[in-house]
């Protein structure tokens, strides 16, 4: 019962009865009305109610970095509980599940969830755990924002361009076969459902954001058929958005336009593995992977992740850079509404690079993992 309810319910003739036979029901009732109204004002909001949220550490630095990440939210006093699954090359066996249902099951019941980097092998083995997470999930949308970080010497100054890439088909399906000894066939799957989601995506993320344009990445000059596709569905996405700009770019002019005017795009919407390359790119303009955030988007779960690598050369060195994990769990915590903890994190992270006391090695800096940390969670 809320405090008004309970008022209702004591002025009411019956609660409001003198009779013996209420009496004590009458004294509880007005005891808890009173208790409810005076503390009405403190109640906190559903924002505050303690939430689950899956990690998976991963490989390499990941256990250091998600540590970071896990210290600084317990600083921050975010209200999050952690629920552990390790996910790992190490645990893939041949024959059985890639990723655990366990895990799987976690994340679609809980809803979000914050991985570090998983270990992919190059040309051989296993398929990439990265791809088959976000299939199995269902994560069709990423989102990387790369912009300029104050206290990083870069060449530009003012770079904010954010890449939206289908996350599901396009080439990484996976879909390869040898048809003769040195002749290989790869596919690459486009469907319209998916392309027209990605880029009704891109508009709504470019409104919901304040953003003013979208661009189209493709090379429909040469796959017409595929790339095609995933242009026309822009193309009739962008008309339901009269607000928002739209523009067409063919890969290699807007990779070319990337590293030498950035200011151009806003928003860039691709397929998959045009959408991982030239995110790739954009971070290279801010200072690298280790400082962009990134988040997967499905329809009912969120998975941030670190897309840098797993750097096996400092693994447990207390030397690796948490920045870019701890920046895509500050994009979730804005997905699950809390906002105020995401400003917090994000300005102390931000104050943090700024001083250039306290940096890691690939910052310029020789301070640890653990030292880094520390400086984020005293500036909160």
Not at 88 to 100: A, E, F, H
Not at 195 to 223: C, D, I, M, P, Y
């Amino acid at each position: 019962m809320g405090p008004a309810t309970l008022s209702r319910l004591w002025s009411s003739p019956v609660v409001g009865c003198s009779s013996r036979l209420f009496g004590r029901r009458c004294w509880a009732l007005r005891s808890l009305a009173a208790s409810a109204t005076q503390t009405s004002s403190s109640v906190a909001s559903p924002t505050d109610a303690l939430h689950t949220v899956v990690l998976i550490p991963g490989d390499g630095i990941g256990p250091e970095i998600s540590e970071a990440v896990k210290k600084v939210f317990a600083a921050a006093r975010v209200p999050i509980q952690w629920e552990e699954h390790l996910i790992s090359t190490k645990n893939v066996v041949p024959g059985q599940d890639l990723i655990p249902s366990t895990a799987l099951d976690a994340i679609r019941r809980h809803g979000y969830g914050i991985k570090g980097p998983l270990e992919t092998p190059i040309g051989k083995g296993h398929k990439s755990l990265n791809l088959t997470l976000r299939q199995a999930l269902g994560l069709y949308a990423n989102v990387r924002p790369c912009r300029t970080v104050p206290g990083i010497r870069t060449k530009f100054d003012h770079v904010d361009v954010v890449t939206i890439r289908e996350n599901t088909e396009g080439e990484y399906v996976g879909l390869e076969h040898e048809v003769v000894p040195g002749v290989v066939e790869s596919l690459k799957v486009i469907t319209r459902s998916a392309s027209e989601r990605g880029a009704r995506f891109a508009f709504e993320f470019a409104r919901q954001n304040k953003r003013r344009r979208v661009t189209a990445v493709h090379k429909a000059s040469v796959l017409k058929l595929s790339d095609g596709m995933f242009l026309e569905c822009c193309r009739r996405t962008a008309k339901e958005y009269p607000d928002i700009e739209f523009r067409e770019a063919l890969i290699e002019l807007c990779c070319g336009y990337l590293i030498s005017q950035p200011q151009r795009y806003d928003v860039l919407v691709l397929t998959n593995l045009a959408g991982d390359i030239v995110s790739d790119l954009a971070a290279g303009l801010v200072g690298g992977l280790g400082l962009t955030a990134s988040l997967n988007k499905g329809e009912h779960t969120v998975l941030a992740e670190a897309v840098h690598g797993t750097a096996p050369d400092i693994a447990g060195k207390d030397l690796a850079n948490p920045t870019a994990l701890l920046l895509s769990a500050v994009m979730m915590l804005r997905e699950m509404n809390l906002h105020d903890h995401a400003d917090r994190i994000e300005r102390a992270i931000y104050t943090v690079i700024k001083e250039g006391k306290n940096l890691t090695g690939d910052l310029g800096g020789k301070a640890r993992c653990s030292e880094y940390t520390r400086a984020i969670i005293d500036k909160l």
